[in-house]
């Protein structure tokens, strides 16, 4: 038999993983606002764009594995 689980309030994530996802956003806050400079000079160089499109995919994966974690487990 599959069972699921019982739904949880948007606001019953526990003040820890709130706190820890919160300092998890700065780290990748700072190399979002470094790749800034990277991303509006490699256009315009030699194999450019695909550099920028593996930066792009690296933050989009870390923010999307930040998020999931922020999520409540049963």
């Given at each position: 038999?599959?069972?699921?689980?019982?739904?949880?309030?948007?606001?019953?994530i526990?003040?820890?993983?709130?706190?820890?996802?919160?300092?998890?956003?700065?780290?990748?806050?700072?190399?979002?606002?470094?790749?800034?400079?990277?991303?509006a000079?490699?256009?315009?160089?030699?194999?450019?764009?695909?550099y920028?499109?593996?930066?792009?995919?690296?933050?989009?994966?870390?923010?999307?594995?930040?998020?999931?974690?922020?999520?409540?487990?049963s």
């Amino acid at each position: 038999m599959i069972t699921t689980s019982p739904p949880v309030a948007p606001g019953a994530i526990s003040p820890t993983r709130a706190l820890i996802v919160g300092l998890a956003l700065i780290p990748l806050t700072l190399v979002v606002i470094a790749s800034i400079p990277a991303l509006a000079v490699l256009p315009f160089t030699a194999n450019g764009l695909g550099y920028i499109e593996m930066l792009i995919s690296r933050m989009t994966s870390w923010s999307i594995s930040i998020m999931s974690y922020s999520r409540a487990h049963s």
